[in-house]
């Protein structure tokens, strides 16, 4: 989901609670909506899609640091063994 549709879905659950409080004034209910968007925006989200494409970049630079580091133990063992 994105950031837009979730700001979406909020909004309306938003709307669907405050309809049925009449003792709230349009005014008191516009600066609710306005800091709750607010808040919001100010949020660091990401939507699905990113996420998984940093965790596969994040799986690929996990494998090749393995790799990397089975070839510096093998170098080291082959260094320490000239010597």
Do not use: W
Request: charged share 30%; no cysteine; net charge negative.
């Amino acid at each position: 989901m994105n950031p837009e549709d979730l700001h979406k879905q909020i909004l309306e659950q938003f709307n669907k609670t405050f309809d049925g409080a009449q003792a709230m004034s349009d005014e008191v209910k516009g600066h609710l909506r306005s800091a709750m968007m607010s808040t919001f925006s100010k949020l660091d989200i990401i939507t699905r899609e990113e996420f998984d494409a940093q965790k596969a970049v994040l799986v690929r630079s996990r494998e090749k640091v393995e790799a990397l580091e089975i070839l510096l133990t093998e170098i080291e063992s082959k260094l320490s063994t000239n010597h």
